[in-house]
């Protein structure tokens, strides 16, 4: 070794030892609770993960606010972000594949110093975190229709804002939320401290097998014809699956995790594990199976599920039973989370809002829609009951909500638009808020179908859905949150009852004692239509209040326009307890006939009428029609 590289070593061993000394004072002196393994890094970029509503409390914090209480009125807004570093060093040979950021870690700041990451409130550190270290706009605060309203203004076709509150400057406040219940703040990357369960819909409106009109989940053992599936497919192309790969690379070598599938044709069990070789039980594979092994990333199992999308989604059944089976077997794990990605609502509980036989009617290939031609309901559980069995899980006995790292599975959700269901289902996005996981919309109406090939780069679906999965990834520890008082939502001018959407961004601010750069900043923005729509979505809690739809446009999120404009209604649903777009009143005249279950149907010639199911019944023998009388549903002249 040259005299230059023995010196450069032991000022790296000198750096290290007053690092590590620095830490234990600072770590000491802020009761950081950690397990002696500390990363290193530069502040890289700053992610947004979701946002939640959230109440303002006497004391000057602020909480989620995911379900309605009088007493505690939404009046603020709870933004997650994740810090990102790069150019990574530990003290483990094993690789460390999560780059957030939190307290105790170590960063190089932007003058060169290396910084421990701390706390203003826990710190007299004058280089410590603290909420004048970001700045948060919003620019846009709207309930989101479920088609977007744009302007052709300036030349261009933009989203428009109606309703806009100035909001440009510091977080009331900044905190980071720990995930693990112990309260280490990292993990070394060989451990067995957190859990995932990856959830993929396995229904058939990801592969396009749905109702010719309706775009409507089917049963399995429908008698309903497929036709042009492929271009009502919400994932043809089984983008979900690249990106559930993308996930699993990041995850350390010591998180457990296992991939599951879901949907009516999953025969015999809630929610199966992707697993090779044959086992007796489900539970036999889920022991064998979920673990640290990643072999399953090249087995057949996960490229199979691209052609094996079939019938409903019993989506709370299998969800209960996911959840369930890591609260009862991942026991020393310090956070369990499930991440899934679906295209809609539950479609197979018979008290579902969604589920099909109550709502639209099969087709048979030779005849009439007939009733006797229902399925029955293919799950137990709808959003209630699943409600119902988490409730204590998430909920204080004061009706607020338990610390994140206090929730034993915490739930995320990407709820990907399909054709058939494209409003945003707000049991998910409550259940995300509940659980302290994320929810996030997909807004597919805008983009290319999912079956059509992108010549230039990935098609953006896809890069939508690994972008959602990467986020998770960043916040399976812990997230940061920057709270906000919202005046719009503390005087009631934006709608209860909407899912809301949030255009904004996040900044760092500079500053001499600053600890990250000031191009580390995130935007939550839809510019255009053509854009794969960034924003944050959260749900106003309404509570069952008699409220006013009339913001809701009308038109169908779908290219195609499936249903007339004059064939759905903007109602507060009772079931839901949103403003959705319900289906108009049978026998509503539209532009080609009448409305029958949403959708604009050729009138009814003269001597035949539409019935309750959609169908032409003649009317009686003999009734006077135009110029004679109806023989078997058609007007005959006299003496003919």
């Known amino acids: 070794m040259t005299r230059s590289g023995k010196l450069l070593r032991i000022r790296g061993i000198l750096f290290l030892a007053a690092a590590a000394l620095t830490l234990l004072a600072v770590l000491g002196g802020c009761n950081y609770d950690w397990t002696f393994y500390r990363n290193s890094f530069t502040g890289s970029k700053l992610e947004f993960v979701s946002v939640v509503p959230a109440h303002k409390e006497e004391d000057g914090t602020y909480t989620r606010q995911c379900v309605y209480d009088p007493s505690r009125k939404v009046d603020s807004v709870l933004m997650s972000f994740a810090l990102v570093g790069a ?155 690249t990106a559930v790969q993308a996930l699993m690379r990041q995850l350390n070598a010591g998180d457990r995790a296992g991939i599951f599938q879901f949907g009516e044709a999953v025969s015999g069990v809630e929610a199966k594990i992707l697993c090779d070789g044959t086992f007796a039980t489900e539970a036999d594979a889920r022991s064998a199976c979920f673990g640290i092994n990643r072999a399953i990333l090249n087995s057949n199992q996960l490229s199979s599920l691209q052609s094996e999308a079939e019938g409903r989604t019993p989506l709370w059944q299998s969800v209960k039973d996911v959840y369930k089976y890591l609260k009862e077997t991942e026991t020393k794990s310090l956070a369990r989370h499930i991440f899934i990605i679906t295209d809609g609502p539950d479609t197979c509980a018979r008290n579902s809002p969604d589920f099909l036989p109550f709502m639209r009617y099969q087709r048979v290939t030779t005849g009439p829609w007939l009733s006797e031609n229902q399925n029955d309901s293919c799950s137990d559980v709808a959003w209630d009951d699943f409600l119902d069995y988490i409730w204590d899980d998430v909920m204080n006995e004061d009706g607020t909500p338990k610390s994140y790292d206090q929730i034993p599975v915490h739930v995320s959700i990407v709820q990907m638009q399909s054709r058939g269901y494209p409003e945003m289902d707000p049991f998910q996005q409550q259940l995300a808020c509940l659980t302290g996981g994320h929810y996030t919309f997909i807004n597919a109406s805008d983009l290319p179908g999912s079956n059509e090939v992108i010549q230039d780069g990935n098609h953006p679906l896809q890069d939508a859905l690994t972008a959602a999965a990467t986020k998770f990834r960043l916040s399976l520890s812990g997230v940061w949150q920057a709270a906000k008082k919202v005046n719009d939502l503390s005087d009631g001018s934006l709608t209860a009852g909407a899912m809301t959407a949030l255009d904004g961004e996040i900044a760092v601010v500079p500053s001499d004692t600053a600890i990250f750069s000031e191009s580390m900043k995130t935007q939550m923005t839809k510019k255009i239509v053509s854009d794969v729509d960034t924003r944050g979505i959260f749900l106003i809690p309404s509570g069952g209040q008699a409220l006013a739809c009339d913001w809701m446009p009308l038109t169908w999120a779908d290219k195609d326009d499936a249903k007339a404009e004059a064939c759905r209604v903007a109602e507060l649903s009772a079931a839901k307890d949103v403003c959705v777009s319900l289906d108009a009143d049978f026998g509503t005249i539209c532009s080609t006939g009448t409305c029958c279950y949403g959708m604009c149907v050729a009138a009814a010639p003269e001597c035949q009428v539409l019935d309750e199911l959609c169908n032409y019944d003649n009317v009686e023998d003999g009734t006077p029609c135009t110029g004679g009388t109806c023989d078997e549903g058609i007007c005959v002249p006299a003496g003919a």
């Open 87 to 241: 150019g990574l060093s530990s003290d483990t040979t094993t690789k460390d594949n999560d780059t957030a950021i939190r307290p105790g870690d170590m960063v190089k700041a932007p003058d060169g110093d290396r910084v421990i990451v701390e706390m203003s409130a826990e710190s007299e550190e004058p280089r410590a975190v603290s909420e004048e270290n970001f700045n948060v706009k919003v620019s846009c605060l709207d309930p989101y229709p479920i088609a977007n309203q744009t302007t052709t203004s300036g030349g261009g076709s933009q989203i428009k804002c109606t309703r806009q509150e100035s909001i440009d400057g510091s977080p009331d406040t900044v905190a980071y939320t720990n995930n693990l219940s112990d309260g280490t703040l990292r993990l070394r990357p060989d451990s067995n401290g957190i859990s995932v369960a990856i959830m993929i819909d396995q229904s058939g409106s990801m592969k396009g097998y749905v109702e010719a009109s309706s775009f409507a989940e089917i049963s399995i053992d429908s008698k309903v014809p497929i036709a042009q599936f492929a271009t009502r497919a919400t994932d043809y192309q089984a983008f979900r699956t």
